[in-house]
């Protein structure tokens, strides 16, 4: 029997992530980086590609840097990568068991985006998924100082709704976001438990 994602019990108000766990942008994103990346001969895999889940694009080249022993300018290619983005971000897909979740508690709970993107094309998700009418609070790479796998982004969603942090659920994809949620002391749920993506997968 399928399993069905459910809000906990203890739960007073929920934070989502947004790519992979409400957009289906794994496989756009990752498109995007290795365009960019076979420029400076990197191996960009889709193993790879999941263990930097959930950090701003500045900080995943930042990463490629040390692993790989490249020198690329972070903040320039990892503007080249979100611009690449950009271009092919409407063949992203709804994750609907996590859309579903987040409508059906709209105006029950208080709830909160909580991303490792950048604002600006995190609304231009919302909108392409039509969910930009059911958030009112949304944590941006650009509002924070430590992203994921830092707690930051999550303890200022629950600022912002006024929430416990003990009393809020997380619902991420990427290992980063869940040792974010529980260093931020919150209950934490993955979602890929509740659906089935293919990184590489054609787009």
Not at 160 to 181: N, W
Request: proline share 6%; glycine share 8%.
């Amino acid at each position: 029997m399928e399993k069905k994602l459910q809000v906990n019990p203890r739960a007073k108000a929920l934070i989502f992530d947004l790519d992979g766990t409400l957009a289906d942008t794994m496989p756009v994103h990752y498109r995007a980086y290795q365009h960019i990346l076979k420029d400076y001969g990197i191996d960009f895999s889709p193993e790879l590609f999941a263990s930097l889940a959930g950090i701003p694009a500045v900080g995943t080249i930042a990463k490629l840097n040390e692993i790989f022993g490249t020198s690329m300018d972070a903040e320039k290619v990892g503007q080249y990568k979100e611009e690449e983005y950009e271009k092919i971000m409407y063949k992203m897909k709804p994750i609907e068991p996590v859309i579903n979740l987040l409508k059906e508690n709209y105006g029950k709970l208080p709830l909160a985006i909580g991303t490792g993107g950048y604002r600006r094309l995190a609304w231009k998700t919302l909108q392409i998924l039509e969910l930009d009418e059911y958030v009112d609070i949304l944590v941006s790479a650009d509002d924070i100082t430590h992203p994921k796998p830092h707690p930051e982004t999550f303890l200022r969603c629950a600022e912002l709704m006024g929430a416990p942090a003990r009393d809020c659920q997380v619902f991420e994809d990427g290992q980063p976001g869940m040792q974010a949620a529980k260093a931020a002391g919150m209950m934490a749920t993955l979602v890929t438990d509740f659906y089935n993506v293919s990184i590489g997968e054609e787009i």
